[in-house]
C-alpha cells in the first residue's frame, strides 16, 4: 500500500485556499497554500485542483525562484495530467503560484511562512523513501 501525505483544506478566502498536510506516522507536518476556488481540472484558470488522490513523481524546471529546487514533486491523476504541471514547491503568497501547492510551517491569512525549510524536509523524506510510494489525498474541512 502507498504512503499517504495527507492535505486537508480548513481556510478559503477569495484570494486563496490554505490546508493542513502530515505524512501519517512521521513528524512531518504543515501548511499548503493554494489558489483560490473552485475546483477545476482546466489548465491555466489559476484555480486550484480538485479534491482526491494524486499520484506524485518528480519534475526538473527552470523556472524562476523555484529552479534552485529542482526537481520537484508533480501531482497528477486521471483527471489532472502531468502536463499541467502541478507542483509542490515553495512560496510565500497566492501570486507565486499559479495552481500549484505552496508548502509552509507556518500560515497567516493569504500566506504560508517558512516554505524553504519545509520543501528541503518533504524533498528529503521523498527521495530516501521513493516518490512513487507515495500517495497525496486532498479533502476538505474547512471551518
Known amino acids: 500500500m502507498a504512503g499517504q501525505i495527507l492535505v486537508k483544506r480548513i481556510w478559503q478566502t477569495e484570494l486563496s485556499t490554505i490546508s493542513r498536510y502530515n505524512i501519517p506516522g512521521t513528524k512531518i507536518s504543515g501548511y499548503m497554500l493554494e489558489r483560490p476556488g473552485p475546483d477545476t481540472t482546466t489548465p491555466n484558470k489559476r484555480l486550484r485542483i480538485p479534491e482526491g488522490t494524486y499520484s506524485l513523481k518528480w519534475h526538473a524546471t527552470g523556472k524562476g525562484s523555484i529552479k534552485e529546487f529542482s526537481p520537484l514533486p508533480l501531482l497528477y491523476n486521471s483527471a489532472v495530467p502531468v502536463t499541467r504541471y502541478v507542483l509542490i514547491h ?37 527521495q530516501k523513501n521513493g516518490i512513487e510510494n507515495y500517495k497525496v489525498i486532498i479533502s476538505s474541512q474547512y471551518q
Open 90 to 126: 515553495n512560496g510565500n503568497q497566492p501570486k507565486h503560484t499559479d495552481g500549484c501547492l505552496l508548502i509552509g510551517g507556518s500560515k497567516s491569512v493569504d500566506f504560508v511562512g517558512n516554505s524553504v525549510n519545509k520543501l528541503k524536509e518533504l524533498k528529503a523524506f521523498l
